[in-house]
């Protein structure tokens, strides 16, 4: 079965351009997770969709949104960027909601670079 | 709010012995999950165990095995005979697991481990 698969995998913007970063979930999960991972902040959570629907949100600005599709692949979309936004960005996917074994699987992440 | 804490910047360990990579938490919530990945320099995060809060034992999984304190609210990781490819950052995590709460996880700030060969 084939992992959790993001693109791209490197991109370089310039401040106050918009970027949108691809996931795609394993076959069969419906829930797929963003993250953000910076040397100063470490990893925080962005947001959860699940069928479709955010089902959480992290303590991010509106210009970080996200939407998921009807195939569960989901894409996140960071408007205005600021040099701050440069980090991995990580997708994980999990087959339903938190319960007893559902492991959420990551992808190799999205390395943006803000200049 | 959830809280994990990792108190181990960085580790050193040599390859074949046991290392122990500590991980404490802080929580009101009943029923929570406790993850530990580990991630390499390429940045894909690894699942490497799981403990539920309501398990009665340790899990294991292979040469990791999870010791978890629910008194103590610890939940350290123990790698056993270390090889050189475990060296990367290891992050403990935790998921609260009720009411649909979904799968948002809460991370530590990560510990370097380096095996010596």
């Known amino acids: 079965k084939a992992g959790v698969t993001q693109t791209p995998r490197y991109l370089i913007k310039t401040r106050g351009q918009q970027v949108t970063l691809s996931c795609s979930p394993i076959s069969g999960h419906r829930s797929v997770s963003w993250y953000q991972q910076t040397p100063g902040q470490g990893l925080q959570f962005l947001f959860e969709y699940f069928s479709e629907t955010q089902r959480n949100k992290g303590n991010f600005p509106g210009r970080f949104s996200g939407r998921q599709f009807s195939n569960s692949r989901s894409e996140m979309n960071v408007s205005t960027l600021e040099l701050g936004d440069s980090a991995l960005y990580l997708c994980?996917?999990?087959?339903?909601?938190?319960?007893?074994?559902?492991?959420?699987?990551f992808g190799p992440g999205t390395r943006l670079t803000v200049l | 709010a959830q809280k994990i804490t990792q108190t181990q910047p960085g580790m050193f360990v040599q390859e074949k012995e046991a290392v122990t990579l500590d991980c404490t938490y802080d929580?009101?919530?009943?029923?929570?999950?406790l993850f530990w990945y580990k991630q390499p320099s390429s940045g894909e995060m690894i699942f490497l165990i799981y403990?539920?809060?309501?398990?009665?034992q340790n899990a294991t999984e292979g040469r990791y095995s999870l010791n978890f304190q629910k008194a103590r609210k610890s939940a350290n990781l123990v790698i056993s005979a270390s090889q050189l490819g475990d060296s990367a950052m290891y992050f403990c995590?935790?998921?609260?697991?009720?009411?649909?709460?979904?799968?948002?996880?809460?991370f530590g700030g990560g510990t370097r481990l380096m095996v010596k060969p």
């Open positions: 994980a996917s999990s087959w339903g909601l938190a319960g007893v074994g559902n492991e959420q699987f």
């Open positions: 929580t009101s919530d009943p029923s929570y999950g």
């Open positions: 995590a935790m998921r609260d697991q009720w009411n649909n709460a979904g799968n948002m996880l809460t």
């Open positions: 403990q539920g809060s309501y398990d009665q």
